[in-house]
């Protein structure tokens, strides 16, 4: 059975960072494409960055220079840091199995997300 549970979701005052974390199950993240998906209040779902089955990293250009996409394989885990934090990053953020270890042909699994406020 495929699971991904993100965590380490919080409130965090503009410029602080989170890392968030997606444990997998049901599946090994390393052999396909796993995304960072996030959906602002009242808005559309909006990419963030993802990992391939070749370890290749790739960005969204509202993050690019502040989040870092990672994998650990032995814990089947993938993490977002996310650095320097902006009001803008508001957002439940999801991590998504894509169907391929290459990017770019949807998304196949998705968690229930992670709240990420950022607010003084």
């Known amino acids: 059975q495929v699971q991904l549970v993100e965590s380490g979701g919080g409130l965090v005052q503009p410029g602080g960072s989170l890392r968030l974390s997606c444990a997998v199950s049901g599946f090994t993240a390393s052999s396909y494409s796993m995304s960072w998906v996030r959906q602002a209040p009242g808005k559309g779902f909006e990419w963030v960055a993802d990992v391939d089955s070749n370890g290749s990293l790739n960005y969204g250009d509202s993050v690019k220079g502040r989040f870092t996409i990672s994998r650990d394989n032995a814990k089947n885990t993938v993490f977002l840091q996310m650095n320097s934090l902006e009001p803008e990053d508001t957002a439940v953020y999801f991590c998504?199995?894509?169907?391929?270890?290459?990017?770019?042909?949807?998304?196949?699994?998705w968690g229930k997300g992670t709240p990420v406020i950022v607010s003084s």
């Open positions: 998504s199995k894509e169907p391929y270890g290459a990017p770019g042909y949807g998304f196949e699994y």
